[in-house]
């Protein structure tokens, strides 16, 4: 049973041309996360939300945003794609205050021609 | 700021072997989590150990072991009897044991090979 599904698998856009991705999950989490992994890298946090209140990493460039409508969805938005941004985006969830296991999603690969 | 190493980009193992990733970390922190996560290709990343560093007796799960140095900041994965299904990417991690925002930090990865 799939507990954190991100939408697309696999994403294609053009230079310049926003996107958006999306990830769902049916673990009640408060907290969701969103990660970038290029290739060969280690994943590193773009930024999370602890219920509503968002927070960004210091140097999560302005071109990635986020929105969570609700407990269960969370979306990345990538204004105007990059080379750079090709990745793979990785979303996941915890549980409260100080949880320290995250559930990850399949993730998202991006491709940017 | 925090660090995380794996000097083995690549490993292989024949099946039913033992092989040992290795893991070195940098903090000043005294208290913190360590975590073994696995990525099997084009799959979600999974856990596969946790270790708290207050605890000095190593985690242990199934076939999956790691030596939890601290002193020297070492956090080695031991797999035992290694299965097929064990053919993934596998991230070593960090967490502060205040969560800061759930923030891991990753190693750059080890990708390990089971042979038949």
């Known amino acids: 049973d799939a507990m954190v599904i991100q939408n697309p698998r696999y994403q294609v856009t053009q230079f310049g041309k926003p996107v958006t991705l999306s990830c769902s999950q049916t673990?009640?989490?408060?907290?969701m996360y969103w990660y970038q992994q290029k290739s060969s890298q280690a994943p590193k946090l773009l930024f999370h939300?602890?219920?509503?209140?968002?927070?960004n990493e210091a140097d999560t460039p302005d071109n990635f945003q986020s929105r969570r409508p609700n407990t269960s969805f969370c979306f990345l938005d990538i204004r105007s794609p990059g080379l750079g941004d090709a990745a793979m985006y990785l979303c996941?969830?915890?549980?409260?205050?100080?949880?320290?296991?995250?559930?990850f999603g399949a993730g998202s690969r991006l491709t940017v021609l | 700021a925090q660090t995380v190493t794996q000097s083995q980009p690549e490993m292989s193992v024949q099946e039913a072997e033992t092989v040992t990733l290795s893991c070195t970390y940098d903090?000043?922190?005294?208290?913190?989590?360590l975590f073994w996560y696995k990525q099997p290709p084009s799959r979600q990343m999974i856990l596969v150990i946790r270790?708290?560093?207050?605890?000095?007796q190593n985690a242990t799960e199934n076939r999956f072991s790691v030596n939890f140095q601290k002193a020297a900041k070492s956090f080695s994965l031991k797999i035992s009897d290694s299965q097929l299904g064990d053919t993934a990417m596998y991230f070593c991690?960090?967490?502060?044991?205040?969560?800061?925002?759930?923030?891991?930090?990753f190693g750059q990865g080890t990708e390990l090979s089971v042979k038949p």
């Open positions: 996941a969830t915890s549980l409260g205050a100080g949880a320290n296991v995250l559930t």
């Open positions: 673990l009640n989490h408060n907290v």
């Open positions: 939300y602890y219920d509503k209140d968002f927070n």
């Open positions: 903090t000043s922190e005294s208290n913190y989590y």
């Open positions: 270790q708290e560093a207050y605890k000095q």
């Open positions: 991690a960090f967490m502060g044991f205040y969560n800061q925002g759930g923030k891991l930090i």
